[in-house]
């Protein structure tokens, strides 16, 4: 049973998504299962908010869709009930999908309980159009989770610009509709909370310098922030960091964005941890105005700091996927890193604005130095002693899990540029190693910082090494098991170490005998900085032993102290 | 049994091919179907024109590549056998697919025969990684076909082209190999006939001026073409006319570009009909360079005189796909029209040579005048009259099969503009009486042309005329069958009529009646134009008459009579 309130939501919540694109006609082949968005269309048609055709031929009312959306080069709903209502359109999406065409294909389901299972005019309907569409999307369930209708009405709005974005063509959204299926009438599509629209700054893919000048305007006068994501290519960094400084914006930058090291008082590398402490001058250092890029950063307290934010947020991204899982860009900009920064002009700083985030980066980093001179090396510590000890240039592969998210938080360099990478597309820490001696043969003086079962996971790829005569140095921190679980809620269960710890128990300078490699333990920071300073050669396994328990607490304390000092000193 | 010397220039050709995309490094992950290409990658290694890896655990191989791919952005070849060989690259090719890392995936396969049937380490590789790569490809089987050596060497530079394209991203090529896999060793690579690079000219969106002069420096001094392909949405008409009128070169307008009916002499609208008389004077109007856009031209003769000239052919694509069928494209542009006809200076022009066109243009168009005065209206005269009888800014629909043809080589308007649309992504005749209702919701004053099969195949479709009350006239040519199937070879066979005409031997009239449509049977020429020039008003169905047998032979004697025209008055 769904609740006819959470149904009549969502319901209005796709509406106004689609409304709010500009969809301006409808076509609907009725049928049962699409009772509601049915209603929604009907009366939208009634109040003029749209035009609705109504054809009980799936295939004409397809065809008569691609038809208005040809000739008009604009954007057509095409609806139907679930089944082989669904089949019908296949014929017309093929050709729009040729002839890039946009349509955007709403087709009702069965709720999952009655897919897959014999169920009458239910067909798995999952891709079901194949190749044939640029992309497919499962819509979930009605629910009164705010999350999840934020979801909706950013996947509805999203499918709509991705299917008029260059190459333009058809988009799939399935949408699994539970009895019963009646909403409650009328819809209320102008008082219902009508969510923040995704603007498109242009569908196509140059601005004049006009264009440029108007942007420039609108965020003028504003106490903006750059968030720079991971990205391996064609930083314009130059032009990025003279912008930022003309405009006197803080650009937060993530450690693969590839411009921590960058001697510029605009790079702000510690907002993970500033962040973490959720001080109170986090007050003052709320932007009016963010324009990000690059892919997902990997703080997560950054995404949760955006979400409660919610300020006018432009996404760069010239591929227009908009992958953004914080559902807070209101403006998309088509265009790419080197586009913006060489084309638009700066705004006028704001005072005092970028020396507040400066400050508060420079307590952290003082903070730090004072905690430093302890001997034993940490989780926590190892970043800052990479900081000092890595050669400039160093290239440096991390290891998702603890080490990419350690790295983010303490690896803070001031004016020493290193390259760094992480296989960030899809997190895994399976192919560290090889990927990391992919790295090697490719450059001189090569690091890798991972952790001990992804060491092992990957264990296969240290033969390349051996094969190849590759040069890296591995970092290989020691905690037998998965640190990260230590962090998370299911730590005190009976059967924590054998379904999360899942410690080997094997040594890792076997490995290093099995493959050749010369094999060292660390325990204190003076020797890891020493060792990191000699010239690297062939393959070296660095162990550093650590504890997971220890572990979490250090992290938690670090957070506090830093927490502390921002209290003592930022005013 | 694959011939050893077919194999052999079949690895030649793709291993060239990836040698001019760029492609510097290969990681191999070993087994015996690769056996060919992975012979000639040892050879090419051996030879210093490119750096192999081997790497027994595939696993391992994908995320070596992808760690090369990642930090050099560079594409990587990465290459196995058939079997699970190709399942253990899936973790890296999602994570390449996440971050978009150029990756050329190549997976070796059993010939077709060995497919689904229980063979030993044969699993069906078609789309195997899903939707986890930008684009699949099945290579074909090894063949002395030149057409498939072309099609082989096309797809393959392709593949690199597109994983290189923003987004960057993964592609897939599987190719079939039938035993015995030893080529004839060694590999001529240098003197085997290398094929045409398809160059690129920048992979970034955007050019600056300095680029823009240096590619009108190119193609200055030479006797250029345009070809423009079906467009629905912005073209920029009057750039483009004036880059042409500058440059002195002619337009080739597809009836679909949009651009028939422009009032220029650099539109050449009877290149169809010029070119199937393939008379002696086409040797004068032989191109040095080519600058083509849009879609895939109606025209077949333009396809196979392409594939004959092979001059030099710049595609303006800012999507990268190379849809190039002729695969002539020898540069990659990626701009749109707007972009290159707005910055690109024009070259100076070169005398006589749009004259020349022009000049074969009008005798083609005068050859028509001095025959339509005859007084049926036949399936190659309708365009003629259309183009005299059709109010300015109508919008016209055409169907697929032989009206998009008759209209492609017949239809030559001077100075009057109308909208032209048809369904040319897959070419279907289905669902155009729904498409063109679709287009008649949104305009005023709209024709459709369509022969009966079409007509009765969607007429379904005219339930939504009758319902919204849509102005469109129909004129159906009615040869009771389908006409193009008269032009092919199995015309004289015994069951022609049976499984190719199928005439329906339905009635139009009475199709009219339960739609209330109004309803004329058309004879002559002037009744026709008569017809037409009355003010339209809601559903109109105009029916003419015509005959398969002598439509074909009409076809024949028009070409017979302009070739004629040409040598009479041309020199």
Chains 1, 2 share one sequence.
């Not at 509709?177 to 009328?186: A, S, T, V």
């Amino acid at each position: 049973m769904t609740n006819t309130q959470t149904l009549t939501n969502q319901i209005t919540t796709i509406l106004n998504a689609l409304l709010l694109q500009g969809i301006q006609t409808a076509v609907l082949a009725p049928g049962s299962r699409s009772t509601p968005l049915a209603l929604g269309l009907a009366q939208l048609a009634r109040e003029n908010k749209l035009k609705l055709y109504v054809d009980i031929d799936e295939r004409s009312a397809a065809f008569f869709a691609l038809g208005i959306a040809k000739t008009t080069a604009r954007p057509v709903l095409l609806l139907c009930t679930s089944g082989t209502a669904a089949a019908n359109f296949y014929p017309a999406i093929c050709e729009a999908n040729s002839s890039h065409i946009p349509l955007i294909v709403l087709t009702t389901d069965r709720p999952p309980e009655l897919t897959k299972i014999g169920a009458p005019q239910a067909l798995d309907q999952d891709h079901f159009y194949g190749q044939q569409v640029k992309q497919f999307w499962q819509l979930p369930l009605a629910s009164d989770d705010p999350a999840e209708c934020h979801y909706t009405n950013f996947i509805v709005q999203r499918s709509v610009i991705q299917a008029t974005s260059l190459p333009c063509g058809p988009v799939h959204l399935n949408l699994p509709l539970r009895k019963p299926l009646m909403p409650r009438l009328p819809f209320s599509f102008a008082t219902n909370n009508i969510p923040q629209k995704i603007d498109r700054l242009t569908s196509k893919s140059s601005l004049t310098s006009a264009d440029f000048t108007a942007l420039t305007t609108k965020i003028a006068g504003k106490r903006g922030l750059i968030i720079a994501g991971p990205s391996e290519i064609d930083m314009p960094a130059n032009s990025l960091l003279r912008w930022a400084e003309n405009a006197g914006w803080p650009i937060l930058a993530d450690p693969l964005s590839q411009l921590r090291g960058y001697d510029s008082n605009c790079i702000i590398s510690a907002y993970d941890i500033l962040l973490k402490t959720k001080h109170s001058i986090l007050k003052m250092l709320k932007p009016e105005i963010i324009i990000r890029f690059g892919g997902t950063f990997v703080s997560a307290s950054l995404a949760s700091w955006l979400k409660e934010l919610r300020v006018p947020t432009y996404y760069l991204d010239p591929n227009c996927e908009l992958n953004d899982y914080t559902e807070t860009t209101t403006k998309l900009l088509p265009l790419s890193e080197a586009d913006f920064f060489e084309n638009c002009p700066a705004p006028v700083a704001q005072p005092s604005w970028l020396s507040q985030w400066s400050k508060a980066q420079e307590i952290i980093k003082r903070s730090w130095d004072s905690t430093s001179p302890q001997k034993v090396v940490s989780e926590a510590l190892l970043p800052h002693l990479l900081e000092r000890a890595l050669a400039p240039n160093t290239h440096l592969f991390i290891s998702n899990s603890m080490p990419i998210r350690d790295i983010d938080s303490y690896y803070l360099p001031q004016t020493k540029f290193c390259y760094l990478y992480c296989n960030r597309g899809a997190n895994g820490i399976d192919g560290v190693i090889s990927s990391a001696l992919g790295m090697s043969s490719q450059f001189q003086n090569n690091v890798l910082l991972i952790g001990d079962l992804a060491f092992f996971h990957d264990m296969n790829g240290l033969m390349m090494a051996y094969r190849y005569a590759l040069q890296l140095r591995i970092i290989v921190i020691n905690n037998n098991g998965g640190g990260i679980f230590s962090f998370l809620p299911q730590v005190g269960s009976t059967d924590f170490e054998t379904v999360f710890g899942t410690p080997q128990n094997l040594s890792i300078k076997q490995t290093a005998l099995l493959y050749h490699a010369e094999y060292t333990r660390i325990q204190n920071s003076a020797d890891f900085v020493k060792k990191l300073q000699h010239s690297p050669h062939g393959l070296e396994i660095i162990e550093v032993i650590t504890d997971r328990a220890a572990n979490v607490e250090q992290h938690q304390n670090t957070v506090q102290q830093i927490k502390q000092k921002l209290s003592e000193e930022f005013y």
